[in-house]
């Protein structure tokens, strides 16, 4: 597929494949969203806000330039953010592609590292040279306030132009907890929430710490996604119980928040209001107890996303969608179209 | 203009002392009132927190009990307010596009959501004032960033924390300081006049758009205080005349009570358990 590679989250023209819960295909623009919804229907979006989690600095012992990315963090608490999980390229940014960064300089235990205004301490290596875990100097707000004046987002060799951060920050951004966008929300604006209101439909968020998409290392991104702490709101969970048991259907805006759902989901398609972290893989044979629909962006087979899609309908159907997006030069990332898969009939 | 003016409010000068005619702020409340204690564990994000009103507001929500951030330029002057006021200090100007995202990460980073929002940061326009003639539009320029579009590019920025608050049932509140020079055409304040007129009328458009998503916006005349810019402004006026910008933070607090009450959520035991409970 084209990468899409201009940063505008809601092109007039973005158009949404629609694959039915009987494996039906179908093409529709990306602004009839609505359109597709039904009275009672749940909308389930995730509103953490995209931190500037890109850190350009230096490895102090070899004192050569690195760029950390920020990937994992334990919690949500607002106070848990001096210790990260990361991901080290060599000296460069996104204008190389991941895949031919130069790898960073061996890192050990110990290392100390120069972020802009932060410096931090390498507690231990993850079981891979460039995925460490790190160890933020200074309080939280501190830490806060170096990563929101120091970072970026980070971003990719396809889209050229530098991101601000008013280009990953989502209409509905709320806790920046994120560390790429949850870029399926990048479809809602706030005239889609006063149509859902029109139409019937009800609309609610989760917190989801969603993690990097690509480390440009194979055996890296076989890892993802990492575990991500989420949080379900009270009011989430009752609206979710609501729709089951009125037959509306429930529609994830995004991977991450089927992966938060699922992992809340309690027998019966029940949900557990409060923090979680999620570290379940979903794909094919994955049951889905609680999301009926999910809309997403266009993926690629072999990614951790396209994956998640093989749990809503079958290998065939998607390998069929796959032509299509193609044939039609849909485009994917971030910025790309968009799927709206409803869960088959027979993955019931 | 002199690097502290954007941290106060800024007042009229005064020969009509009356409350503001917009949504003027409840003068019969007084210190000691005993219903505020709802403001137990809300998230409350304050703009030009070191001065003035600014700072009567830091102090009056943290003693009510409330999470406060708040925003100023001068990051000696943050520092210090965070501290003796035992808030979350944040360095940034309002009328500068690329502080605002760093700004509202932090709020809702360090508070964890917001449920109010406070602009208060403003900008006088010319100092000593001038009239529209007389004034630069470099001057005019400023007083809109600081005044109208920092105010819209933060709001829009936390609008998505502050609707997960309402859905949550926490509230959500977006007050925005005002004057009366927004409302009369007073001789010499054109600048801040017409960029507080400005604001006023963007505050009652998003309360219109907002008002089923659960956000309350409040356009608030807090009257002539007693603050440095005031006497930037008006350099000979008689101070015992002038509110005190306390007296006016307490009104404001209670401005903000009586919204979350109007939006159900209600008493001390409600606000604090829920805002405990995360």
């Known amino acids: 597929m084209i990468a899409a590679s201009r940063p505008i989250q809601r092109p007039p023209d973005a158009k949404l494949l629609v694959i039915d819960r009987f494996c039906r295909i179908t093409h529709n623009r990306r602004s009839d969203f609505m359109q597709l919804l039904r009275r009672g229907d749940l909308i389930v979006a995730n509103d953490a806000a995209t931190m500037p989690a890109s850190l350009q600095g230096k490895h102090l012992l070899t004192n050569q330039r690195i760029e950390v990315r920020l990937a994992g963090r334990h919690s949500l608490s607002a106070e848990d953010v001096l210790e990260f999980s990361a991901v080290v390229f060599g000296d460069g940014d996104f204008h190389v592609a991941t895949e031919d960064r130069p790898a960073p300089p061996g890192i050990s235990a110990g290392d100390r590292l120069a972020l802009g205004p932060l410096s931090a301490t390498v507690k231990r290596l993850l079981d891979h040279p460039r995925l460490l875990h790190l160890q933020f100097d200074g309080t939280p707000d501190e830490v806060w306030a170096g990563i929101a004046r120091h970072g970026h987002p980070i971003q990719y060799s396809y889209v050229q132009e530098p991101l601000e951060m008013w280009d990953v920050w989502s209409p509905i951004a709320g806790p920046p907890v994120a560390f790429e966008p949850p870029s399926a929300g990048f479809a809602l604006d706030w005239k889609s929430l006063a149509e859902m209101r029109t139409r019937g439909v009800r609309f609610a968020t989760i917190t989801h710490s969603a993690g990097i998409s690509s480390t440009g290392d194979a055996c890296l991104d076989r890892r993802l996604p990492l575990d991500e702490p989420y949080r379900i709101p009270e009011s989430t969970a009752a609206a979710i119980a609501l729709t089951k048991v009125s037959g509306g259907r429930v529609v994830a805006i995004g991977t991450t928040v089927v992966r938060a759902l699922e992992h809340a989901a309690e027998p019966g398609g029940r949900i557990r209001s409060g923090e979680g972290v999620a570290t379940q893989r979903l794909g094919l044979g994955s049951l889905l107890f609680v999301v009926d629909a999910i809309l997403s962006g266009t993926h690629e087979p072999g990614t951790s996303h396209y994956d998640l899609l093989r749990a809503f309908t079958d290998d065939a159907t998607l390998q069929r969608a796959g032509l299509e997006l193609e044939a039609r030069g849909y485009r994917t990332h971030e910025f790309g179209d968009s799927v709206l898969i409803e869960r088959a009939e027979s993955n019931v | ?278």
């Not at chain 2, 810019?229 to 002038?242: G, N, R």
């Open chain 2, 1 to 278: 203009m002199t690097g502290s003016l954007d941290n106060t409010s800024r007042t009229r000068h005064g020969d009509d002392n009356r409350a503001g005619v917009h949504n003027s702020i409840a003068p019969e409340t007084g210190p000691g009132s005993p219903d505020l204690t709802p403001l137990y564990g809300l998230r409350v994000a304050i703009t030009g927190g070191t001065s003035g009103l600014g700072l009567a507001l830091v102090r009056e929500m943290t003693r009510r009990g409330a999470k406060v951030a708040f925003v100023a330029r001068t990051p000696h002057a943050v520092e210090q307010t965070a501290c003796s006021e035992r808030a979350h200090g944040i360095v940034g100007d309002m009328s500068v596009k690329a502080d605002i995202h760093p700004i509202a990460i932090q709020i809702v980073g360090e508070l964890g959501g917001v449920d109010v929002l406070i602009n208060n940061a403003s900008d006088l326009g010319p100092a000593p004032l001038a009239l529209l003639g007389d004034t630069d539009c470099e001057d005019l320029e400023r007083a809109v960033a600081t005044n109208l579009i920092g105010p819209f590019r933060l709001t829009k920025a936390l609008l998505g924390a502050l609707t997960a608050s309402a859905r949550e049932g926490r509230g959500a509140v977006v007050v925005n300081i005002s004057s009366d020079a927004a409302m009369n055409p007073y001789p010499r304040w054109g600048a801040y006049g017409a960029s507080k007129a400005a604001l006023h009328h963007l505050t009652r458009i998003w309360g219109e758009e907002l008002s089923e998503d659960g956000v309350e916006f409040l356009s608030l005349d807090p009257g002539d205080m007693d603050t440095p810019l005031h006497a930037l402004a008006v350099p000979d006026a008689d101070v015992t005349t002038l509110k005190q910008p306390a007296q006016a933070a307490i009104e404001i607090a209670y401005a903000i009570a009586a919204a979350l009450e109007r939006r159900g959520v209600f008493g001390p035991g409600r606000t604090g358990q829920k805002a405990g409970a995360r």
